[in-house]
C-alpha cells in the first residue's frame, strides 16, 4: 500500500497541472476544480479516460487492484470496481459526449457512507498543443455534514486521481 501511494504521488506530481483550487466552500458543499493541459488531442485523451483500470490510483479503490475498475461511458453507465467477493459502484454517468464531456453522479471514497450528493465533471477541450482537461467536483450535503472541512483533503485526492489520469494521457502520446 506504500509503494502504491508513493507510486501515485510521483504520478501526480508528474501531471501537467495547469491549475487546482478550492471554487466554493461551505459547510453544506464545496466546489473543486483542477485543470491539466494534456499533450495529446481530446479523442486520445477521452480513450484514455474512459479507461480508469490503466490510470487510477491503486490506493484510492476498494479492491486495492486498480484493473478491477472499469468504466461505461454513456447515460446510465457504471463507474465501477468489481473483484472476488465484492464490488462497489464509484458513480453513475449522467452524460457523456465523446471525446468532449464525461459526467458522474459519485460520492467517491468515505464520501459514500456520508450520504451526500456529488457530481464529478471532465471536460475535454481541443488546444494547439493536445487538450485542456478541466475536473470540477461538487459536493453537497447538509450544513451537519461540515464538508468545508473536507474539501482541502478531497482536493488533494481528487488531484492525484485525475493527475494520474492527465499524466497517463501524456505519456501515452510519448
Not at 479492491?63 to 467477493?85: I, K, R, T, Y
Amino acid at each position: 500500500m506504500i509503494r502504491a501511494w508513493m507510486t501515485t504521488l510521483a504520478i501526480a506530481a508528474a501531471a501537467p497541472t495547469v491549475s487546482a483550487e478550492v471554487v466554493q466552500s461551505s459547510p453544506a458543499g464545496v466546489t473543486l476544480q483542477h485543470r491539466y493541459d494534456i499533450d495529446a488531442a481530446p479523442a486520445e485523451a477521452w480513450q484514455v479516460l474512459i479507461h480508469p483500470e490503466s490510470w487510477w490510483p491503486q490506493d484510492h479503490n476498494w479492491s486495492g487492484d486498480s484493473s478491477n475498475m472499469s468504466l461505461a461511458p454513456e447515460a446510465g453507465g457504471c463507474f465501477c470496481e468489481q473483484w472476488d467477493g465484492g464490488s462497489v459502484e464509484h458513480g453513475r454517468v449522467v452524460f457523456a459526449i465523446a471525446p468532449r464531456l464525461l459526467r458522474f453522479e459519485g460520492a467517491l471514497g468515505p464520501l459514500q457512507e456520508m450520504a451526500v450528493s456529488a457530481v464529478l465533471t471532465v471536460s475535454l477541450e481541443p488546444t494547439e498543443s493536445g487538450t485542456k482537461a478541466v475536473v470540477t467536483y461538487r459536493i453537497s450535503g447538509d450544513a451537519s455534514h461540515a464538508v468545508d472541512q473536507l474539501a482541502p483533503v478531497v482536493d488533494q485526492v481528487v488531484g492525484q486521481q485525475y493527475g494520474a489520469f492527465a499524466a497517463h494521457a501524456s505519456r501515452d502520446r510519448k
